[in-house]
């Protein structure tokens, strides 16, 4: 009887898919692929690629000049801390719009989207407009005594600004795919509010939850646009790699930014496929506690 279902669907399958369409699409995204992401990444790498066959002393002296080693650690250590700070308050955002309704919920939830169509400079634009000494919470914080704009804190709000779309969106989709049944079923098992969250939800939510700090922290790293407005863009204080980049261009350094660039990259991508690892195996490891307890 199984057999007969399987070989229905595979019929009704082909009948909507039909396995030469199938191998086109297939083919058609990996040609994609390779014309949006491989052909940019490969026109990157090839000058610092050839700088270091033929004078590898050039390249390490362009790839580990001081302010270049100042801008990748800002970069990736205050994007990191804006992903943890995001992951956190992304969680809660995610888990309030998908579990309750209330008034203005509709109006938060449009507003979480508003990085993701608003340009990158514009953004920067109203961080300078709220945060500078003259702005509706300048005085305040100069009373305070805490300086944003120009400052390496101008950094860290403008990069919490453009990533935390990033994370209340995919655990969002997450939450609202669980079905309720799974947490009455708990219930009816005997098990806690916290037992539920802990031992049923949370191991479902935790890869979207790491795949979303992820993306923000790879957002913030490659931040440009807010950042040149609101920071100094003076080394050793607030200067960030992509910003370095952008100077070697204007200086016609193509060669300088291609290193600095691939450098960059390669640390990002280092870091992305660690935290992929490390996800993956805390969910195996989430899901045979999970068992054991119950």
């Not at 000058?47 to 990736?76: C, D, G, V």
């Not at 992304?90 to 209330?102: C, E, I």
């Not at 953004?123 to 005085?139: C, H, I, K, Q, S």
Request: charged share 10%; net charge positive.
């Amino acid at each position: 009887m199984m057999k007969k279902i399987k070989n229905h669907i595979n019929k009704v399958a082909e009948e909507m898919w039909p396995i030469s369409t199938w191998y086109e699409s297939r083919y058609l995204a990996i040609y994609y692929f390779i014309f949006m992401i491989l052909c940019p990444v490969y026109a990157l790498i090839t000058p610092a690629i050839q700088l270091f066959n033929t004078n590898p002393s050039i390249f390490w002296e362009l790839a580990k000049h001081p302010i270049a080693i100042s801008a990748y650690r800002i970069s990736i250590v205050t994007a990191f801390y804006a992903a943890i700070i995001n992951g956190i308050f992304g969680f809660l955002t995610a888990w309030v719009l998908a579990r309750f309704k209330f008034f203005g919920r509709n109006v938060l939830d449009t507003f979480i989207d508003l990085p993701f169509a608003l340009p990158t400079a514009v953004a920067g634009l109203t961080l300078m407009t709220v945060y500078n000494p003259e702005g509706p919470l300048g005085p305040l914080l100069s009373k305070l005594g805490i300086q944003i704009i120009f400052s390496r804190l101008g950094v860290f709000m403008a990069m919490l600004f453009v990533s935390l779309p990033f994370v209340v969106r995919t655990v969002q989709g997450v939450l609202q795919g669980i079905d309720d049944s799974i947490e009455e079923v708990a219930w009816s098992l005997g098990a806690s509010p916290r037992d539920t969250l802990q031992y049923v939800l949370l191991p479902s939510l935790f890869p979207a939850f790491i795949s979303g700090i992820t993306l923000a922290w790879a957002r913030s790293i490659g931040e440009f646009g807010s950042i040149i407005i609101i920071s100094s863009n003076s080394p050793f204080k607030d200067l960030i790699a992509p910003v370095l980049i952008f100077q070697h261009l204007e200086q016609y350094n193509y060669i300088g930014a291609s290193v600095v660039g691939s450098v960059l990259l390669f640390f990002s991508t280092i870091l992305i496929v660690s935290v992929r690892l490390l996800a993956a195996y805390l969910q195996k490891f989430s899901i045979k506690n999970t068992y054991k307890s119950w």
